[in-house]
């Protein structure tokens, strides 16, 4: 095992902790961006408590709304424009992944005079890494992508409807404000797809990443449990802070870094996904819970044993190496029993999804990432076929 681990958030979490807003971002600068989505937060009070705790600690700012969910880069350098023309030295984010992500991307833009599609991870000539931003500071109101503390932004182009990513040191943000009071407003579908997201990071770790991270896997599994036991009863009851508040530290701990860790693990599930919201709109979580059993059915070929520890360690199936290929399917039909449980849809014409364009999706996919031989990198690698024949099992 070998790794460097990176991660300077400072993470205040809890309820109430809202309060603290105006203080932690007075000490990194005097006037926001407060990059916002498309109303939620007005109408919960949010919005009011964040300026009013900005106001109180002589913050003034600027308000970059309606950013929507999967993010597009015309709205980031519409953020990016308010910043420069307002004189803003700190970006607040105040919503779900999208509005976090669009506003990272945002902070880095202001230093940048090309288009921001530059940094996107896919570009192979000229690709311009952002070295610096502004410091940013995320209040997530959703349990879901983890964006609140790792260096990660996810952008759509809305004019090809490709979905990239840019991930840098410079985009981590400087304080994470996690109140988890704040999602208490999240309806139980949204909430449902931020389960099945904030899972299937730790769960392409532990499929996809090198062999030999025991402590990593074990953590994974500790986030599923509590995941699916809390987040459960976050869907039936949005009232039930407790159980917002374990699903909230369970989506950040699943992708600040930890699980990560040497695992050197791919992300195909969420490559494949991201091609599908691009093109559609769908919610991110949404459209993971269709792509993640069938990857995981397709990837079980290969390594049943493997698929076989996640049935017995998330389900209790027991199994030996004889009845390993079962067991495994076992568990993956439990898994997506569950999904199906919290309401997430499990088949793409839940979601108005039909065959036409399932080629695009692998070549949407591949454009991304891809190794030698033109495949999608994943335990096994995937070829454009193997993604369209995947995506067909779940029509
Ligand atoms: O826009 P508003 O009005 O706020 O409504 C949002 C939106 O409609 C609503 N919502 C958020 N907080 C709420 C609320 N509604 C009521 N009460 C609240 N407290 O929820 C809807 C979805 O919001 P969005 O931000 O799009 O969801 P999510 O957090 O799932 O973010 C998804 C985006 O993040 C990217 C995805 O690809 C997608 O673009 N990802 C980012 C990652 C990262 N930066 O690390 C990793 C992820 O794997 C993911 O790819
Ligand atoms: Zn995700």
Redesign the pocket.
Known sequence: MKFTYFNPTKLIFGEGTLSQLGTEVRALGKKALLV??????KR?G?FRKAVASLEQAGVSWAECSG?????RLSTVNRGAGIAKEEGCDVVVAL???????AAKVMAAAVFYDGDPWDMMIHVRENRHEPQRALPIVTVP??A????EM?G???I?DEKTTV?S?VIAGCLYPRVALVDPE??M???AD?TA??IC?LIT?VTESYFNGVDGTPLQDRVAVGVILTAMEWGSKAVENGQNVEARAQVQWASTVA?MGLVQAGSYAPFPV?LIE?SL?AHHDI???AGLSIVSPAWMRFAARSRPERFAQFAHRIFGIPFQKDNATEAAAEGIGRFETFLRSIGCPTRLSEVGIGEDLLERYAKDSLLIASDEQGRLPGRPPMSASDIVETLRTVL
């Not at 950013?67 to 993010?71: I, L």
Request: aromatic share 4%; glycine share 20%; no cysteine.
């Open positions: 916002t989505g498309g109303g939620s937060i919960s949010t950013v929507e969910p999967n993010p919503g779900g992944g999208s509005t976090m992500d109101t959703l879901a992508t983890g964006s790792n990660g932004a996810v759509t979905k990513f704040l999602a407003s999240v309806p949204q797809y931020g997201d990071h992708l969420h991201h919201s919610a991110h979580g």
